[in-house]
């Protein structure tokens, strides 16, 4: 955490308490959180934090490539960890769970779209959704 922490002074960025807070939010969640969520959390540590603050830090982290977020499905976007490769969101419709896959599973998919209309495809901020192994037995 505190490697992570110094790559955001590194890259010429103060570390407040309040972007600290945020940073470990979203690192110490066992699931995706919304920004209202991470807002939530935060407020209970650091009372004058406002969602705007926690909108603008996100953003911030997001550009350093130290979170990432997605949309999975009609909710607004879901932060979390940035793991280090690519992946792509599997959603159950029926418990709600959500599993992570590589992208290169997708890649077929992604030189398709590419070739046919020259469009290049960012495949990790959308989830596939379906009913996990769980749900199926």
């Given at each position: 955490?505190?490697?992570?922490?110094?790559?955001?002074?590194?890259r010429?960025h103060r570390m407040?308490?309040?972007r600290?807070?945020?940073?470990?939010?979203v690192?110490t969640?066992?699931?995706?959180?919304t920004?209202?969520?991470?807002h939530?959390?935060?407020?209970?540590?650091?009372?004058?934090?406002?969602?705007?603050?926690?909108?603008?830090?996100?953003?911030l982290l997001?550009?350093?490539?130290?979170?990432?977020?997605?949309?999975?499905?009609?909710?607004?976007g879901?932060?979390?960890p940035?793991?280090?490769?690519?992946h792509q969101?599997?959603?159950?419709?029926?418990?709600?769970?959500i599993?992570?896959v590589?992208?290169?599973?997708?890649e077929?998919v992604?030189?398709?779209v590419?070739s046919?209309?020259g469009?290049?495809?960012?495949?990790?901020?959308?989830?596939?959704?379906?009913?996990?192994?769980?749900?199926?037995?």
């Open positions: 955490m505190d490697e992570l922490l110094g790559e955001v002074r590194a010429g407040t308490p309040q600290q807070l945020i940073f470990e939010t690192y969640a066992k699931k995706h959180l920004a209202e969520e991470i939530e959390r935060v407020r209970k540590r650091f009372r004058g934090v406002n969602l705007s603050t926690v909108y603008r830090n996100l953003d997001e550009d350093l490539g130290l979170i990432c977020h997605a949309h999975l499905g009609h909710s607004v879901q932060y979390h940035t793991s280090g490769v690519e969101h599997l959603v159950c419709r029926v418990c709600g769970s599993e992570e590589g992208v290169q599973l997708m077929p992604r030189k398709q590419l046919r209309s469009f290049e495809a960012d495949l990790t901020h959308f989830a596939i959704f379906g009913i996990c192994r769980r749900c199926r037995s």
